[in-house]
């Protein structure tokens, strides 16, 4: 296993009516390939917070977030986003009036993936995910709760990045539909040496993961459930 992401000193506090409110503090933590993590804790404790900064979309307000060892903010938070880390959102975030098919031929066209074959590939995820070629042609809208989750899943992985990040990804799921995104996610960490992390509030999708990670008392502790 090697690292992949590090918070180092990592505060993140905001501002409302002169009140100051502190969501992360001096916060130390290493992400490691081959692993799937689950973040867990309280409702507002700034687990969805914790991702923005993993994916920089938002900045720390002190400390740093290493990729590789090198500060996003070196490496460019717009080339960081579109290079190194794939973000899966609880909303899907697809392009609903295209097909499951373009949307993720779209991402890999934005990403500059250097594949010639795109739409060969992208049926190939898709078909990795649990959609037939019928269903990769359908528009989004066609297409269950579940199903439009795979599809979020298959545009993340046709970045072919190392870092997975979601937030939720099952909370709208089905018992049987979470089970299998989560099996896919561990396949991925283990098959494909990938850094999966996940914030839940699902204790069955923390016990299929690797290492439980709260958040408490502002920082980040790995825990056995
Ligand atoms: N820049 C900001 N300005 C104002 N409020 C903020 C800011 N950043 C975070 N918050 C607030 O901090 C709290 C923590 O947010 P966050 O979404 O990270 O928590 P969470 O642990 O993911 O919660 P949940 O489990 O309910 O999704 C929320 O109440 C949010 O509105």
């Not at 700034?46 to 490496?75: C, F, Q, W």
């Not at 078909?127 to 037939?132: A, D, K, N, T, Y």
Request: net charge positive; charged share 25%; hydrophobic share 35%.
């Amino acid at each position: 296993m090697d690292t992949i992401l590090q918070f180092k000193n990592l505060y993140y506090y905001y501002q409302t009516n002169n009140k100051k409110s502190t969501l992360l503090e001096n916060v130390n933590f290493t992400f490691e390939t081959g692993c799937f993590y689950s973040i867990l804790g309280p409702s507002g404790s700034g687990k969805t917070t914790a991702l923005s900064l993993a994916s920089g979309l938002d900045n720390p307000k002190e400390g740093h977030v290493l990729y590789k060892g090198k500060d996003i903010r070196k490496i460019g938070l717009d080339k960081y986003r579109n290079k190194y880390v794939s973000i899966i959102f609880q909303s899907y975030n697809l392009i609903t009036y295209m097909t499951a098919l373009q949307n993720v031929v779209t991402a890999m066209e934005i990403t500059g993936v250097n594949i010639k074959d795109k739409k060969r590939r992208a049926l190939e995820l898709l078909e990795m995910v649990g959609l037939s070629e019928i269903e990769a042609k359908r528009k989004v809208l066609q297409l269950s709760g579940g199903q439009q989750q795979r599809v979020a899943i298959a545009r993340a992985l046709s970045c072919d990045v190392d870092l997975l990040i979601a937030d939720e990804p099952t909370g709208n799921l089905d018992e049987k539909t979470s089970d299998e995104i989560i099996k896919l996610f561990k396949e991925l960490a283990h098959k494909e040496n990938k850094c999966i992390i996940v914030v839940t509030h699902s204790q069955e999708v923390a016990k299929q993961s690797d290492k439980v990670v709260y958040l408490e008392q502002r920082n980040l502790v790995c825990k056995n459930l």
